[in-house]
């Protein structure tokens, strides 16, 4: 059973999020985009796990079934300490299996932190503490680092991480399945790490509003589905059950390249290097990015899927795709109609993106859309890297008025 899988997203009880993230908005946005698993997010906090409660219908296999979308109950959760006399911040992602379990999950973090104040809560603890508390309540829990690569809150963080799954999770790091790679990096960049040929790399949206969900997912390949056969699946990723990804380009990423926001300055990890990754206008040090910090701890070269581990296919969302084929915003009223047009006909924006041929997409938009379409799938496109906070472009050239 094959499924697209968005694993990690964002409730409406989140900071910074759309009050479109409630159950009705998720269980609509992810049939129009075409995910066929969906995370909660945020059950850690308490109202949000009521809601869930109340709405949600177990499936029986660990899944849970809402207006015909299965969900997958998912969390984030910070964890905040000094270690080795730095501060460390590092986020992590939790699965659990049923209503019961993640009730019990909450009531152990609930005596490490405030659970009720964020969607994803912050836990002065270290890594250790959240993942005994974790698996003392649901030892059938998964536990895998979030956005793993991100300079400020992830395992590999350059301001507050370490250099090894070993050091951030010590004796329980065979208890790691799975690193989700973030936005700003992609399978084939962590490759070229040796030391994750066994984990799995999944990807997910990190949506904090409707339109944003489905922008990364992972793909799976199940015997059957359900909560088992997910985590099974994630634990041999050799098996091919954990079988891609479909990724935005990394350089999109708010930390792909170094740089320095205030100053707008970025550069790549060489020209950082030159400057001994000091900021040439302001002389303060750079925020390093994420392909920095691959580098820094790749030990082959990348470009190329090892191990038997699947690849990964780059798309642009569907939206910017119109919005940059006829000029205008991606919000605009007239992107909205063409989206509508193409999802209402064809059944969801990854069918539009990856599979219904061009001459049946040419009966239903314009020809600047459809070459839009076509550049993306072959990947023709242009990249500007984002850096220090500051999101990076894709564009995409067309035939005319580009």
Not at 29 to 47: S, V, Y
Not at 205 to 228: C, I, N, Q
Not at 232 to 244: E, I, K, M, N, T
Not at 371 to 380: F, H, L, P, S
Request: net charge neutral.
């Amino acid at each position: 059973m094959r499924l697209i899988a968005d694993l990690h997203i964002h409730s409406r009880y989140s900071r910074a999020t759309s009050p479109e993230m409630d159950l009705p908005g998720l269980a609509y946005w992810a049939k129009r985009k075409g995910i066929d698993l969906l995370g909660t997010g945020d059950f850690t906090h308490p109202e949000w796990l009521a809601n869930l409660k109340r709405h949600l219908r177990p499936a029986g296999n660990g899944f849970h079934e809402y207006r015909g979308v299965d969900f997958l109950l998912t969390a984030e959760i910070a964890a905040v300490w000094r270690e080795d006399g730095r501060g460390r911040r590092v986020h992590l992602l939790a699965f659990a299996p049923s209503i019961e379990a993640a009730s019990r999950i909450n009531h152990e973090l609930g005596g490490l932190g405030r659970l009720d104040r964020d969607g994803r809560p912050m836990i002065n603890r270290s890594v250790i503490d959240v993942v005994e508390a974790i698996w003392g309540a649901a030892p059938d829990a998964v536990v895998i680092p979030a956005h793993a690569w991100t300079p400020w809150y992830s395992v590999f963080g350059s301001k507050s991480g370490f250099d090894s799954l070993e050091a951030c999770f010590g004796p329980y790091v065979s208890r790691i399945p799975a690193i989700e790679t973030g936005l700003s990096s992609d399978p084939a960049m962590n490759w070229r790490v040796s030391a994750l040929d066994g984990v799995a790399l999944i990807s997910c949206s990190d949506a904090h509003s409707p339109h944003r969900l489905g922008r990364e997912v992972t793909l799976f390949d199940l015997k059957e589905p359900g909560y088992g056969a997910l985590v099974g699946a994630l634990r041999v990723p050799s098996d091919r059950r954990c079988f891609g990804t479909v990724e935005v380009y990394p350089q999109e990423g708010k930390y792909h390249y170094d740089g320095h926001r205030k100053c707008n300055v970025v550069l790549s990890p060489a020209e950082a290097e030159g400057l001994e990754n000091l900021c040439p206008v302001c002389g303060k040090p750079l925020t390093k990015g994420v392909l920095h910090r691959v580098e820094e701890l790749a030990d082959r070269e990348g470009g190329q899927c090892l191990g038997g581990v699947a690849g990964c296919c780059h798309l642009v969302p569907l939206e910017e795709i119109i919005a940059q084929a006829v000029g205008i915003g991606p919000n605009s009223r007239h992107v909205a109609r063409e989206y509508d047009a193409l999802v209402g006909r064809y059944g969801n924006e990854f069918r539009v993106l990856l599979s219904i041929t061009r001459e049946a997409l040419a009966r239903a938009t314009s020809p600047r859309i459809l070459e839009a379409i076509m550049q993306v799938r072959a990947g023709n496109v242009r990249t500007e890297p984002g850096y220090d906070g500051v999101y990076g472009r894709v564009s995409i050239p067309l035939a005319t008025g580009d």
